[in-house]
């Protein structure tokens, strides 16, 4: 008998003990969205490469990636902001410092709809990409020009993507993105040729996230002076070997008053709205410095 009520006791610790474990785990998985802002646009420093993260109202999308060895880090920074799910996620072009951490964010969230324009390659991140979507059953679309997509009240318009073509970084998703009165254009590594076909649309806008990284083959005068930014982010890796930005695109940006920062000195950059007024903080991280390829 003794030895029987032992048993009891003992198993009723067990499940108290189980208990405590999932009431942890529900607790952690139900972290509160990010409050600071009902609109929040993250420039991600993830070395020489491309990721932008879009917050409204609690729900995300998330636009390029870095590169492969920044997927486990983003994955880990994304966790601790509370995000459990990506409306849209966008890779702009398959250059591996956009889509290269990619892999890694499909499988470790839930997605509504992955974006990537209709070009193939035989690079390992492309490839790794195109066999995780049906796996995890998330639905890929190639965007059209003109496309919206809508998170909350916040919307993102694609302006320009590309057909598969010698150089790829024409192929990129250009979105512009709305929060109220506010407006943000976001030119992936877009090129000169790409800012012709864009200078008879409405690109006026407060922000501009500097096409390719800064460099002279983008960011051509005419185009800079339709676009009028108040504020310009390059994205762009510490003492990155191609010499980025270059100093051509800095000086047209100076020239235009408009007020520069980059992930290479300033590390992440957080732009906060109210739909009037923007304000900016930064946060110092883990610049990845490695050597990259196909930038
Ligand atoms: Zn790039």
Redesign the pocket.
């Known amino acids: 008998m003794k030895r029987i009520l032992y048993w009891i006791v003992f198993l009723l610790f067990l499940s108290f003990l189980l208990y405590q474990t999932l009431d942890t785990k529900e607790y952690q998985s139900k972290k509160k969205p990010i409050e600071d802002a009902p609109f929040q646009i993250y420039f991600i420093d993830v070395g020489q490469?491309?990721c932008i993260l879009i917050q409204s109202h609690g729900e995300y999308s998330l636009v390029d990636s870095g590169n492969y060895l920044d997927g486990e880090k983003l994955v880990s920074y994304f966790q601790a902001l509370g995000i459990e799910k990506f409306q849209h996620v966008i890779g702009t072009h398959v250059?591996e410092?956009?889509i290269g951490g990619m892999n890694r964010i499909l499988k470790s969230f839930e997605i509504g709809t992955y974006y990537m324009p209709n070009t193939s390659t035989e690079y390992s991140s492309y490839l790794s990409i195109m066999d995780t979507l049906p796996k995890r059953n998330i639905s890929y679309v190639v965007p059209k020009i003109g496309d919206i997509f809508y998170l909350n009240d916040t919307t993102l318009e694609v302006l320009s993507i590309g057909e598969e073509q010698e150089n790829m970084n024409n192929t990129s998703i250009v979105l512009k993105v709305r929060y109220q009165d506010t407006t943000y254009l976001l030119m992936a590594?877009a090129e000169k040729e790409v800012e012709l076909e864009l200078l008879n649309k409405d690109i006026q806008s407060d922000v501009l996230k500097v096409g390719?990284?800064g460099s002279n083959y983008a960011s051509s005068a005419q185009f800079l002076q339709k676009v009028k930014p108040k504020y310009a982010i390059i994205s762009v890796g510490l003492e990155n070997e191609y010499g980025l930005p270059k100093k051509g695109t800095l000086d047209k940006l100076e020239y235009l008053n408009t007020e520069i920062h980059r992930t290479d000195i300033e590390g992440t950059i957080i732009l906060s709205s109210n739909g009037k007024n923007i304000s900016i903080r930064t946060e110092k991280t883990d610049t990845n410095r490695e050597e990259k390829k196909n930038?």
């Open positions: 490469g491309d250059h410092d956009h590594d390719h990284h930038y």
